[in-house]
Each structure stands twice: as structure tokens, then as C-alpha cells.
């Protein structure tokens, strides 16, 4: 890898917003104004849109990403699994830097990757995915050692002799 894939895209003329972040990935809704997601092997998917009380919001006023890194102060990172975020307002600019570039000769309409100028304060809506049988999402996920720390109950004991905290 030469050094121009570990450099972000350069800041913006005229405004520079310590804070910024560039989030680099795909725009899931850019063909159509809700995303997509594949569900297991099946000719089934999963449509999912945003909406603004009784209207849906059209894929200009929103992108759902699947992200595959970021630029934050001047360096880019990879997150370590794919993720989905739902980002709202800034619209999706053909990507520079991080290795994310388009490379000539690109098609007019680039449907690969894209980037999001953001600053760290903007909020983002997550959306966690998991593919598996039931046996691995439900019953193994639930084993011992294997749920969250908030599904233990909290408990302590206190030792004592016979009821009593002292000696006496």
C-alpha cells in the first residue's frame, strides 16, 4: 500500500470544524429511497426506510450506510466488522483518500463506495445485524460466559459469624 490510502480526505475550503469525521462505505439506498438486507438463502430481504411522521423521507434527505472505515484528526481506521448507520442531512460525496478514491475512468453516477462529512456530535442511529441459526443466536448466546454482564444478577454477601459483624 503507498502512503496516499492512509491519508484522509482534505478539509473543506472556508469552515474547519475540529470535530469533523468523514465516515467512508456503500449507500444502501441509492438506487431506491429504503435499504436492503439479504436474508439467509432464500429469495427473502428485509426493506427498511426512514420517515418523517406519515412521509417517508427520500434517499436525498438520508443515506443508510454500510461503513467500512472512517478519517478522524488526520488518520483513517477500518472498523473491525462491517456496520449499518442510518445518517441523516449531509448528503453523500464521492470519496477521497483512505484508500475509499475513485479510480479513473469512473462512471458518472459512482455507485461504490461514497463518504459522509460529519462532525463527532451528529447523531447516528446503529443497526445491528446476525445471520445464524437459532440454535447459535438464541440458545449458545445465552449460555454462561456468553451473555452481557448486565444479564448477571448483582449480588454480594457479606461474611459473618454466626450473624454477628464483630467479635462480641
Same mark, same amino acid.
Given at each position: ?7 484522509? &480526505? =482534505? *478539509?473543506?475550503?472556508?469552515? #474547519? ?5 468523514? /465516515? ?7 438506487? +431506491? +429511497? $429504503? ?10 430481504? /428485509? ?7 406519515? +412521509? ?10 454500510? &461503513?467500512?472505515? #472512517? *478519517? ?6 477500518? /472498523? ?25 475512468? &469512473? ?5 461504490? #463506495? ?7 456530535? %451528529?447523531?447516528?442511529?446503529?443497526? @445491528?445485524?446476525?445471520?445464524? +441459526? *437459532?440454535?447459535? /443466536?438464541?440458545?449458545? @448466546?445465552?449460555? =454462561?460466559?456468553?451473555?452481557?454482564? %448486565? &444479564? ?7 461474611? $459473618? ?8
Amino acid at each position: 500500500m503507498d502512503n496516499e490510502q492512509h491519508l484522509p &480526505a =482534505p *478539509a473543506e475550503t472556508g469552515l #474547519y470544524f475540529p470535530d469533523a469525521l468523514i /465516515l467512508y462505505g456503500v449507500k444502501l439506498n441509492s438506487e +431506491d +429511497d $429504503h435499504g436492503k438486507l439479504s436474508i439467509g438463502q432464500q429469495d427473502l430481504e /428485509l426493506r427498511f426506510q426512514l420517515y418523517a411522521g406519515p +412521509d417517508p423521507l427520500t434517499s436525498t434527505q438520508h443515506s443508510i450506510v454500510l &461503513a467500512y472505515g #472512517y *478519517a478522524f484528526e488526520g488518520h483513517c481506521y477500518r /472498523l473491525d466488522s462491517n456496520r449499518i448507520f442510518i445518517v441523516v442531512g449531509p448528503e453523500d460525496q464521492d470519496p477521497v483518500g483512505c484508500g475509499f478514491d475513485v479510480q479513473p475512468p &469512473a462512471p458518472k453516477k459512482h455507485t461504490g #463506495y461514497r463518504m459522509w462529512r460529519i462532525q463527532s456530535s %451528529t447523531q447516528l442511529l446503529e443497526i @445491528a445485524t446476525s445471520a445464524s +441459526d *437459532a440454535k447459535t /443466536l438464541i440458545l449458545d @448466546a445465552s449460555l =454462561p460466559g456468553k451473555r452481557s454482564p %448486565t &444479564a448477571y444478577a448483582i449480588t454480594q454477601s457479606m461474611a $459473618h459469624r454466626n450473624g454477628r459483624l464483630g467479635r462480641e
